[in-house]
T-cell receptor, first 116, second 110 residues
């Protein structure tokens, strides 16, 4: 596609439920990032995938959060047993190589998650 | 560590200038600047690499002083389209991702 796409654009769930957020990176981009943006806050790094390398999960806030990237393309971020503090906009970004962060990151429109 | 941006918010009239600062407590190799309009995805503006270079993008330019571990974004003769939240990003410890500041909200009115 022309840009990074994410689905759904909005997700409302009840506390305790699991949710899955999807990201489709730009074709040909080998690096994929997930960020979280809470109201009035900056972009919080969650996880990074680069090619077939082991992902950098250092930003995941708890073991309720996990992500996978199948076939080096589409990625799914899963949040288990959602809590109200998980409410935020979840942004995905991709870059051509990402081996160093001098590579430009292109962001998707985000998924707004609301946990009731 | 998260870079610190200042000011938190700026209100301008069209044609006025603004400076947004970004400072880090650790040595930097690069600084990235993004702009996010309300309800939209962040959009890349520029990357500045170690070496104290200055870059320009239309009437938006930036400088990077690695000795002072800080970068400044300069917006001259601001336009309505400049409104949004500006984020600076610096590399994380592993050098794999960006750590963003909390952002500076710029509002330009006519």
């Amino acid at each position: 596609g022309a840009g990074v796409s994410q689905s759904p654009s909005n997700k409302v769930t009840e506390k305790g439920k699991d949710v899955e957020l999807r990201c489709d990176p730009i074709s040909g981009h080998t690096a994929l990032y997930w960020y979280r943006q809470s109201l009035g806050q900056g972009l919080e790094f969650l996880i990074y995938f680069q090619g077939n390398s082991a992902p950098d999960k250092s930003g995941l806030p708890s073991d309720r959060f996990s992500a996978e990237r199948t076939g080096g393309s589409v990625s799914t971020l899963t949040i288990q047993r959602t809590q109200q503090e998980d409410s935020a906009v979840y942004l995905c970004a991709s870059s051509f190589e990402g081996v160093t962060v001098t590579d430009t990151q292109y962001f998707g429109p985000g998924t707004r998650l609301t946990v009731l | 560590q998260q870079p610190v941006q200042s000011p938190q918010a700026v209100i301008l009239r069209e044609g006025e200038d603004a400076v947004i600062n970004c400072s880090s407590s650790k040595a930097l190799y690069s600084v990235h600047w993004y702009r996010q309009k309300h309800g939209e995805a962040p959009v890349f503006l520029m990357i500045l690499l170690k070496g104290g270079e200055q870059k320009g993008h239309d009437k938006i330019s930036a400088s990077f002083n690695e000795k002072k571990q800080q970068s400044s974004l300069y917006l001259t003769a601001s336009q309505l389209s400049y409104s949004g939240t500006y984020f600076c990003g610096t590399e994380n410890q592993a050098g794999t991702a960006l750590i963003f500041g909390k952002g500076t909200t710029l509002s330009v009115s006519s």
